[in-house]
């Protein structure tokens, strides 16, 4: 099983409508990062989270790590066509170079 | 630019080749890593490398093998590929740290085994 759990599965919203997607681990995160990936195509860093209660923004996107860090939320404001895509959480776990990730929240913005 | 760049875009094979995917960094990053990407079930991961010649099994490594000679390559090797090995096959590199350093993807390879 992953170590890293991702809700929803998928979402599809309408345009202007917010978003929250959550991300939760079974152990203590010592770093957590936000990708997200446009259909076939490679990973695009988002933010990267570090310690509990931090709170970070680009844009429209806003990621925060719970005080536990085992628990992290990405949220959208006033969604758009441009945020579509794959949203998936990663973290290092067991060792400081294995980097796993969850299982993906795929994102639909209806106009 | 940091660019971590794999061989193939697309590539279809048969069931039972040998085959290669390769993965090129020019950071010098000393974590490289390699996953398969299926719908509903994310990234996993199948094996990394912290080092030149040394590599760790990841989450589902049955059926693969890599090779890492040379810091900047880290190679993916399906022995004996299968219909069941089908799949978006991704690389990535960051460097050493604390839990704390960005990885870089690249674009993908999406291997088609008939």
């Known amino acids: 099983s992953q170590e890293l759990e991702q809700s929803p599965q998928s979402l599809i919203v309408q345009e202007g409508k917010n978003l929250t997607i959550n991300c939760t681990s079974s152990?203590?995160?010592?770093?957590l990062y936000w990708y997200k990936q446009k259909y076939g195509e490679g990973l695009i860093f988002l933010m990267m989270l570090q310690k509990g209660g931090e709170e970070k923004s680009h844009e429209k996107i806003t990621a925060k790590l719970d005080e536990k860090k085992q628990q992290s939320s990405l949220h959208i404001t006033a969604s758009q066509p441009s945020h579509a895509g794959i949203y998936l959480c990663g973290a290092y776990t067991g060792t400081a170079s294995k980097l796993t990730f969850g299982t993906g929240t795929r994102l639909q913005v209806t106009l | 630019d940091v660019k971590v760049t794999q061989s193939s875009r697309y590539l279809v094979k048969r069931t039972g080749e040998k085959v290669f995917l390769e993965c090129v960094q020019d950071?010098?990053?000393?974590?490289m890593f390699w996953y398969r990407q299926d719908p509903g079930l994310g990234l996993r991961l199948i094996y990394f490398s912290y080092d030149v010649k040394m590599k760790e099994k990841g989450d589902i490594p049955e059926g693969y093998s890599v090779s890492r000679e040379k810091k900047e390559r880290f190679s993916l090797i399906l022995e004996s590929a299968s219909t069941n090995q089908t799949s978006m096959y991704l690389c990535?590199?960051?460097?050493?740290?604390?839990?704390?350093?960005?990885?870089?993807f690249g674009q993908g390879t999406r291997l088609t085994v008939v």
């Open positions: 990535a590199s960051s460097t050493q740290g604390q839990g704390n350093t960005e990885a870089f």
């Open positions: 950071m010098d990053h000393e974590n």
């Open positions: 152990k203590t995160l010592y770093g």
